[in-house]
């Protein structure tokens, strides 16, 4: 998974890109864990255009990262603590 660097200067399509990549991550690494994107959505201002702004995508890339991060140090524990990790 390539993920570019965090920054202000990131553009919408490179923030989208990073979002296919983690979420293409999950589908792969941690299937079961799928049925839990749909329950993060992108908060879009409450104005007129309703637009989707960078900081909407970012929000929601760490939000995705967030929840990778903390399933995977949770399995990683759980399997350390099995017969995987124990032979």
């Keep these: 998974m ?3 660097l965090i920054n202000n200067m990131k553009t919408k399509k490179i ?6 990549a983690i979420t293409m991550t999950i589908d792969r690494m941690f299937p079961e864990l799928s049925k839990y994107l749909s329950e993060i959505v ?7 255009d309703s637009e989707v702004t960078q900081k909407n995508l970012l929000d929601y890339y760490n ?3 967030a929840l990778l991060r903390k399933y995977a ?3 990683l524990k759980v399997r ?8």
């Design 2 to 4: 390539v993920v570019h």
């Design 63 to 65: 939000s995705l990262l």
């Design 80 to 87: 350390s603590q099995g017969t995987i990790f124990n032979m």
């Design 15 to 20: 923030i989208s890109q990073d979002i296919v």
């Design 73 to 75: 140090i949770g399995h």
């Design 42 to 48: 992108i908060s879009t201002p409450r104005t007129n």
